[in-house]
C-alpha cells in the first residue's frame, strides 16, 4: 500500500512566523503535490513537484514556497504565516506510471493566530 | 469530527440500501477520473478509477460509471454500511501522465443504522 505521512496533524502558529509542513512517501513515486482544502472551496494546488529538485506553481502559491531536496520528501514553506493560511493541508505523490492516482496523506490542520 | 466542506450536497441513505453519488466533470478532454472518499478528519483516500475509453468499471461493492456524452460521473456504492459515512468526491484529470487533477467539492454521504 501506498504511504504518504505528514509531519504533523495539528499546528498551532502566530502571524509572521515561518511554518515547515513536512511530507514522506514511502514508494518512491515521482510527483508529489501539496493542496489546501477550505470549506466551500474543494482542495486547491498550491505547489508540485515532477522530481527531485524540480517544483511548479499551482493555483494559489503565493505566500507558499516549497522544497524537494529527496525523491520522498517535499516540504512546503510559510515565509510568513498569515491568519487568512488557515487551513487543512493536504501532500500527496503520484507515480507517472500509474496515470493520474493520487495518493494523500492525513493532513496537516494548521491554525495561524 | 470536523467536516471538510459546509453546503455540501447531502445524500441519506438506510444501511443495506444502494447509494449513487453524482458528478459532472468540466473538460470534455479529460481523459482519466477518480473517485475518492473522505472521512473526518482525515486525508482522501482513492476508491475506483476510471479512464476515458471505458464506460464502466466495478470494483469491491463500488462501480464507477462514465457517460462522455453529457460529462457526468457517478459511484454507485452496493448495500452501503455505517463506514461508508464520509465526503465524496470525483477528480478528472486532463493532460496524461504530467496532468494535474480538477477536484469536485463533494458529496456528503450519511448512512443511517
Known amino acids: 500500500d501506498v504511504k504518504v505521512t505528514q509531519s504533523s496533524r495539528y499546528l498551532v502558529k502566530r502571524t509572521g512566523e515561518k511554518v515547515f509542513l513536512e511530507c514522506v512517501q514511502d514508494?518512491?513515486?515521482?510527483?508529489m503535490f501539496w493542496y489546501r482544502q477550505d470549506p466551500g472551496l474543494g482542495l486547491r494546488l498550491i505547489y508540485f513537484?515532477?522530481?527531485?529538485?524540480?517544483?511548479e506553481k499551482g493555483d494559489i502559491p503565493e505566500g507558499y514556497s516549497v522544497s524537494r531536496e529527496k525523491k520522498e520528501r517535499f516540504s512546503l514553506i510559510l515565509e510568513s504565516a498569515s491568519t487568512n493560511q488557515t487551513s487543512m493541508y493536504l501532500c500527496a505523490s503520484r507515480n507517472i506510471d500509474r496515470e493520474g492516482a493520487q495518493y494523500f496523506g492525513p493532513g496537516t490542520r494548521l491554525l495561524v493566530l | 469530527g470536523e467536516s471538510v466542506g459546509l453546503h455540501l450536497p447531502t445524500l441519506s441513505v438506510q444501511e443495506g440500501d444502494n447509494s449513487i453519488i453524482n458528478c459532472a466533470y468540466s473538460n470534455s478532454a479529460s481523459d482519466y477520473f477518480i473517485w475518492y472518499k473522505q472521512e473526518s478528519g482525515k486525508g482522501p483516500q482513492f476508491i475506483i478509477d476510471?479512464?476515458?475509453?471505458?464506460d464502466k468499471r466495478q470494483g469491491q461493492r463500488v462501480t464507477v460509471l462514465l457517460n462522455k456524452t453529457v460529462k457526468h460521473l457517478s459511484l454507485q456504492i452496493a448495500a452501503t454500511q455505517p463506514g461508508d459515512s464520509a465526503v465524496y468526491f470525483c477528480a478528472e484529470n486532463f493532460g496524461g501522465s504530467q496532468g494535474n487533477l480538477i477536484f469536485g467539492k463533494g458529496t456528503k454521504l450519511s448512512v443511517k443504522p
Open positions: 514508494m518512491d513515486h515521482e510527483n
Open positions: 513537484s515532477y522530481d527531485v529538485k524540480m517544483k
Open positions: 476510471i479512464r476515458s475509453n471505458m
